[in-house]
Nanobody, 125 residues
Framework: QVQLVESGGGLVQSGGSLRLSCAAS????????MYWFRQTPGKEREFVAG????????AYADSVKGRFTISRDNELKMVYLQMNSLKPEDTAVYYC??????????????????WGQGTQVTVSS
């Protein structure tokens, strides 16, 4: 059974940076696309970034392009989200997620099989 555990959230000033990490268990990590989503109270969970199982292709929401970078280390079974130039509107709970389909192409609307528990990111103005 796959488990995802996020870390790295916290409070940061506008314009600052944070790096989120997601540690995965399970032997098949390297064969699935991985994603970051975020959610604020009263709103639906939204796509932030995704990375192909091989790491060769990425996708980003328009709102974070040029500021966020997703990466992965298949040896360590880790996924990262480097967030720069943070804005108050980036405040949310950030979730790590695993694609439901093996070796699927990265997508902005993926089918998700597993979610992490989330980590809070708060950006003050």
């Amino acid at each position: 059974q796959v488990q995802l555990v996020e870390s790295g959230g916290g409070l940061v000033q506008s314009g600052g940076s944070l790096r989120l990490s997601c540690a995965a268990s399970g032997r098949t990590f390297s064969t699935y696309a991985m994603y970051w989503f975020r959610q604020t109270p009263g709103k639906e969970r939204e796509f932030v970034a995704g990375i192909r199982w091989s790491g060769g292709s990425t996708a980003y929401a328009d709102s974070v392009k040029g500021r966020f970078t997703i990466s992965r280390d298949n040896e360590l079974k880790m996924v990262y989200l480097q967030m720069n130039s943070l804005k108050p509107e980036d405040t949310a709970v950030y979730y790590c997620a695993r694609d439901a389909n093996v070796r699927a192409s990265v997508s902005t609307k993926p089918a998700i099989a597993t979610w992490g528990q989330g980590t809070q990111v708060t950006v003050s103005s």
